[in-house]
């Protein structure tokens, strides 16, 4: 009884290891994938990322605006995926849209900003996503936005470069405004 177990165990793993063979080839080449086609990585497999799955950036759309009861400093980004996997804010280490606050040197000061979830963006596309950031976390202070990757790392370790935005700080004339950008012009406030 005990061959016939290690028997049958060895034939299952062989059949894993076959079935496993066959399919790692598929989706290594994004260009000749139709556009419609789901890439097999995803980031939240449940794995680390790795530099060579990695390739974002990340961009500003217009300008920061104030929400309509002045806590908060919204922010929209583009987001390119020009890596390998799929990023997604779903699974046990899902990747996010984060922020941290940083001074006039980018020293970072602040990670515990609130995230937004990203959809899935596939390699090749692209998303908008908005942030919000606590104005009163950020006044004297730049914010640095970029995705992360939660329990694992923020993507500057595999080369994405920051957005970043700010200094704010309380506009000198409050009658044009309350929070002001680094050019002292204030933000707009808006219906978020």
């Given at each position: ?7 049958l165990t060895v034939l ?28 097999q990585a995803s980031a ?149």
């Open positions: 009884m005990t061959n016939l177990r290690r028997t299952a793993i062989a059949s894993a290891l076959m079935l496993a063979g066959c399919n790692s080839g598929q989706g290594n080449s994004s260009a000749t994938q139709p556009a419609t086609a789901v890439p939240a497999a449940g794995d680390a990322l790795t530099p060579d799955q990695v390739n974002v950036q990340v961009s500003l759309q217009g300008r920061p605006s104030l929400s309509a009861d002045g806590q908060w400093i919204n922010v929209t980004t583009n987001l390119t995926n020009n890596g390998k996997t799929t990023l997604t804010s779903t699974g046990a280490h899902a990747v996010n849209l984060g922020a941290r606050a940083a001074d006039t040197g980018s020293e970072i000061l602040d990670k515990g900003f609130p995230r937004a979830q990203i959809p899935d963006i596939a390699p090749g596309s692209q998303a908008s996503v908005s942030i919000r950031l606590p104005v009163d976390q950020l006044l004297g202070k730049s914010a640095e936005i970029l995705p992360v990757q939660e329990g694992i790392a923020w993507f500057d370790r595999w080369g994405t470069k920051p957005l970043t935005v700010g200094p704010f700080s309380t506009c000198a004339n409050p009658t044009i405004g309350k929070v002001c950008d680094a050019e002292g012009k204030p933000l707009v406030a808006s219906a978020q």
